[in-house]
T-cell receptor
Framework: GQNIDQPTEMTATEGAIVQINCTYQTSGFNGLFWYQQHAGEAPTFLSYNVLDGLEEKGRFSSFLSRSKGYSYLLLKELQMKDSASYLCAVRRSGNTPLVFGKGTRLSVIA | DVKVTQSSRYLVKRTGEKVFLECVQDMDHENMFWYRQDPGLGLRLIYFSYDVKMKEKGDIPEGYSVSREKKERFSLILESASTNQTSMYLC????????FGQGTRLTVV
């Protein structure tokens, strides 16, 4: 089976840094994805990790440790527009569909 | 830009009706997917397809079927809609990352 866990909700202050964690236990691993989803909209791709380490993309970074089954998404210099749900997803092998966690709803407050 | 287009943004159907949700992508992707998204349950995979005329069951296929007659089009069919199929339905395509359509919010009354 597969299990992907992430916190349900988080709150952070504008201008701050927030880290959203994701742990996974899946039958196979071939990449971890992070998506952003604003309320009422489609998920949009943020980042992809398949090797251990940190991938940086502007204000967003994503980290992966395959041995620990652990990833995090780091958002710096938070803006109000970053208020959204953040979805962690795992590809188990080759071409298989992504398996999603339940998402973390982030609220950015002034 | 990749574009995945779903035929309707909002739909209201009656219990027992046959419902068709259409999805079209313009990037020549072989892989297409249908998910439903419910509060507290996240995105769950209903069906997917790796090629024309091919289909595979996802995690929750009961009550649904699909059709892939052309590479760019993947249809989700609710044979006899029920109230527990009220949900947000999301179509996606792609080989590496998945690109999502805007979603169809279906209400079955």
């Amino acid at each position: 089976g597969q299990n992907i866990d992430q916190p349900t909700e988080m709150t952070a202050t504008e201008g701050a840094i927030v880290q959203i964690n994701c742990t996974y236990q899946t039958s196979g691993f071939n990449g971890l994805f992070w998506y952003q989803q604003h309320a009422g909209e489609a998920p949009t791709f943020l980042s992809y990790n398949v090797l251990d380490g940190l991938e940086e993309k502007g204000r967003f970074s994503s980290f992966l440790s395959r041995s620990k089954g652990y990833s995090y998404l780091l958002l710096k210099e938070l803006q109000m527009k970053d208020s959204a749900s953040y979805l962690c997803a795992v590809r188990r092998s080759g071409n298989t569909p992504l398996v999603f966690g339940k998402g973390t709803r982030l609220s950015v407050i002034a | 830009d990749v574009k995945v287009t779903q035929s309707s943004r909002y739909l209201v159907k009656r219990t027992g009706e046959k419902v068709f949700l259409e999805c079209v992508q313009d990037m020549d992707h072989e892989n297409m997917f249908w998910y439903r998204q419910d509060p507290g349950l996240g995105l769950r995979l209903i069906y997917f397809s790796y090629d024309v005329k091919m289909k595979e069951k996802g995690d929750i296929p009961e009550g649904y079927s699909v059709s892939r007659e052309k590479k760019e089009r993947f249809s989700l069919i609710l044979e006899s809609a029920s109230t527990n199929q009220t949900s947000m339905y999301l179509c996606a395509s792609g080989t590496e990352e998945a690109f999502f359509g805007q979603g169809t919010r279906l209400t079955v009354v």
